[in-house]
């Protein structure tokens, strides 16, 4: 009772500071609300110190909030990734602040026109415990060179990470510049339901439904990157060793817990047997130990183990086939970490079926044709990502135009991720909006259309009284 009490205390206090934080964000930004492109830079090439210099701590602190996160992954896809995007931005944001000219039609004439990218204002950042650097600092240095101030809720689930985070932007910007929060989940709603000029949140379908009802309140804008099912379908003669191989990263990567990973396998139906045993042998290769093996990431928590491990008993109870991949026959008792598993027979009634695994289990369906792989995942919600792999252009053609999703890669997993000049963003249940590219500048930025008229006034031809000469001249020639 004590420890619930001294809790609510603490995410009471942080609401407010929140409230306070936001206040001061808005009128510093009325202050100066279009900063300099040398400006911009500066404030984002403050992060990569912040990233490079204290590795080893971000890499110590998520693997505590893990429990073992490996070392090697937290530098791969959250460092490594970040600070490509970082040099990507400050190379291209001069560029992207420059105004677009556009085309002045005959009804406009004389006069030119042109769309400048104003900074909005303050913006919102609701950060996952997957991938809690990058999602939270990825977002940041584009919502920064889109010239805003930001306000960064960090996930209850990575305390560690969120301390560590805050304490460093801290040391680096003012707190009406970039601050971040930290609290549990009440905290998480306040924040949701600020008058942020834009939110972008990052998480699973269900929340994203509560966030977005809540910026509705406000008429926020919200970018939601949630997730789904992705796909994997292999093509007919692929070669299943090197398919194995490339599904591995994108599945193996954090233990699966990633909102691109592979969710389901469709695999040819006379090449299920040579899949099997090439995914096995691909994952021993990977990890022939798993329960005190540093490269082997943990599931972040119990209520996570818990639902993973659920739905692999309730698709045995039902009749599903499990293959679970264990290369030393280890006692996984007490671990907080699950072993690679294939679930093969599943039906449509099974929660593994239906909801996104987000974990180290993975389906494998068979399939007879190409349309009946496309159709298949054409019967279910539209995912994050797809991948296809087949060196054939005109199946390539086919899935691509006959799918769709927020986003896919060929011949590969979750690559497409790190391609900065690309956006990133999910259709339907598994998001709306992009945040990389150009196109994630954009999202941050006011697209504001100018028109300046000319000295001379043409429109004093058009004025009333109607049906004068002009009038009759234009409809002739401009209403067919």
Same mark, same amino acid.
């Given at each position: ?67 073992n996160?490996a070392?090697? +992954? ?19 944001l001069?560029?992207?602040m ?6 002045v ?15 909005? @204002? ?20 584009t ?6 101030? &930001?306000?960064?809720?960090?996930? +209850?689930?990575?305390?560690?990470? *969120? ?6 932007? @801290? ?9 971040v929060?930290? @609290?549990e ?17 990052? *998480? ?6 509560? =966030? ?24 007919q ?14 599945k ?21 047997d040579?899949?099997?045993?090439a995914?096995?042998?691909? =994952?021993?290769?990977s ?11 943990a ?9 993973l ?13 499990? !293959? ?5 026959? +280890? ?8 072993p ?10 099974m ?6 695994? $987000?974990?180290?289990?993975? !389906? ?12 298949y ?11 296809? $792999? ?16 927020? *986003?896919?890669c ?6 497409h &991720? @790190?391609?900065?000049? !690309? ?8 998001g709306? *909006? ?13 697209a504001k ?16 009284p109607y ?14």
């Open positions: 009772m004590v420890a619930e009490v001294k809790e609510l205390q603490q995410n009471n206090t942080e609401i407010q500071r929140m409230q306070r934080i936001f206040d001061a964000q808005k009128a510093a930004y009325r202050q100066h609300p279009y900063p300099t492109a040398e400006q911009r830079i500066d404030l984002i090439s403050r992060i990569r110190p912040m990233l490079v210099d204290h590795q080893d701590a971000w890499a110590n602190a998520i693997s505590a909030d893990f429990t996160r070392v090697d +992954e937290t530098k791969l896809a959250e460092i490594m990734i970040t600070l490509e995007g970082l040099k990507y931005t400050t190379k291209r001069r560029k992207w420059k105004p677009s000219k556009r085309h039609s005959a009804l406009s004439w004389p006069g030119k026109t042109w769309v400048e990218y104003q900074p909005l @204002g303050v913006v919102g950042i609701m950060v996952p415990w997957n991938y809690p650097i990058q999602l939270a600092v990825v977002p940041l240095i919502a920064l060179a889109a010239g805003n101030r &930001v306000m960064v809720k960090m996930s +209850e689930a990575t305390p560690r990470t *969120g301390a560590l985070l805050e304490k460093l932007i @801290g040391e680096l910007f003012p707190e009406d510049q970039v601050a929060i930290n @609290g989940v009440d905290v998480a709603q306040a924040f949701s339901q600020l008058p942020f000029d834009h939110l972008l949140f990052t *998480g699973s379908t269900a929340v994203g439904k509560h =966030v977005m009802r809540a910026a509705a309140n406000n008429l926020t804008p919200v970018t939601l990157e949630l997730g789904g099912k992705s796909p994997c379908i292999i093509g003669d692929f070669p299943m060793k090197d398919a194995a191989e490339r599904i591995a990263f994108g193996c990567l954090n233990s699966g817990q990633t909102c691109v990973a592979p969710d389901y396998i469709l695999c040819p139906e006379h090449r299920m040579e899949f099997i045993e995914w096995k042998a691909q =994952v021993a290769q990890y022939p130990t798993m329960v005190n093996n540093p490269d082997f990431t599931i972040v928590n119990e209520r996570q183990h818990s639902r491990t659920g739905y692999i008993q309730e698709a045995r109870e039902k009749g599903a086939t499990v !293959i679970e991949i264990n290369p030393a026959n +280890e006692d996984f008792t007490g671990s907080q970490k699950i690679h598993t294939m679930v093969l027979n599943v039906t449509d009634d929660r593994i079926a239906q909801d996104e695994i $987000f974990g180290p289990l993975m !389906i494998v369906v068979p399939y007879k044709t190409l349309n009946e792989a496309i159709e995942v054409n019967d279910r919600p539209r995912p994050l990502a797809l991948y296809y $792999f087949d060196w054939n252009q005109d199946n390539c053609d086919q899935v691509l135009k006959h799918t769709h999703s927020g *986003g896919v060929l011949n590969d997993t979750i690559s &991720v @790190g391609v900065d000049d !690309i956006p990133f963003g999910g259709i339907g249940p598994s709306m *909006g992009a945040y990389h590219g150009p196109e994630g500048f954009q999202t941050f930025s006011k259309g100018i028109y300046k008229k000319g000295k001379f006034n043409a429109t004093r031809f058009i004025l009333p049906g004068r000469g002009m009038h009759k001249f234009m409809f002739k020639h401009m209403l067919k």
